[in-house]
């Protein structure tokens, strides 16, 4: 069903007071569900969804928002996109304080404007130098500004810094305490990164990791990925369509890849998207700069790569067979 059809997309009429109650409510619930499954391994509830070890349901299709507001398309197209990629169907959107200096979070804020927000996923991500005492609680109560909400539902470290892990931890945790967030995890974390935040008291609440991760870039395959289905940390792939340039034009003009998607009747790009997706357990994070193209993400849910087509990319763009450093490209 799409988000527009069957979750009342449009919401103007709702006040301030009903949203603040609805938050409390939500906020309480989430609570409960974290005491009561704070062991349960992921799982999707639908194709659709992944269900963290709290309980909490988060979609697997969501939108980028990396490079927006940098004027590089006018704002109005910008924001149209966000708004066809809602009526579709798709309900989180990525951003960061970092990206274009928070203009991207403004930008969302504008687009989601209308729409209600407890059936949205918005994510965020503070600097390494904000995410310790004081300085954390400072950079989301600016994104929480700039996005026009009273809370997140997702709160990401954006990468490793100089602050010491036990003391991000510390803040994220009391500031899902506060309501602030409902859940908190990292960003551009490789194996042993995840391995000592686990080690430090409450960083076994991370409920997610973000890291680069398409078809031409399968490092994190070899340890990484290995590892985060041990513990039931779910994947966030950006970039999962590679970035624009000579590595994205390789992989939709290969043999193989375009042979898959003339089977399917779909473009290149949505294979490989489908790839990424092909994991239960991972979510992906398209760039959402046009109408066209978030639209035509949309539809990657009517592809269903078989096991021979998969084995097919696999020979063509091999899974690693030792450990390879993070890829960012």
Known sequence: MSFHSSHAVRNDQATQTNQTTQTNQTTQSSQTASAASASQRPTSQSRHDVRLRNGDSMPRLGMGTW??????????????????????????????????????????????????????????????????????????????????????????????????????????????????????GVSNFDTADMRELFATPHGDACAVNQDLYHLGSRGIEFDLLPWMDEHHVPLMAYCPLAQAGTLRDGLVSDATVCRIAAAHNVSPMLILLAFVLRRDDTIAIPCSGSVEHTLANATVWNIDLTADEIASLDDAFPAPTSKEPLDMQ
């Open 67 to 184: 490079h927006l507001g940098e004027g590089r398309r006018p704002a109005s197209q910008e924001i149209a996109a966000l708004r066809a990629g809602l009526d579709a169907g798709i309900r989180l959107i990525d951003t960061a304080e970092m990206y274009a200096d928070g203009r991207a979070e403004s930008l969302v804020g504008r687009a989601i404007t209308g729409y209600d927000r407890s059936r949205l996923f918005l994510v965020s991500k503070v600097y390494p130098h904000n995410a310790g005492r004081n300085r954390l609680r400072r950079s989301l109560e600016a994104s929480l500004s700039r996005l026009g909400t009273d809370y997140l539902d997702m709160y990401l470290l954006h990468w490793r810094g100089a602050i010491p892990l036990a003391e991000t931890v510390e803040c994220m945790e009391q500031a899902k305490a506060e309501g602030l967030i409902r859940n908190w």
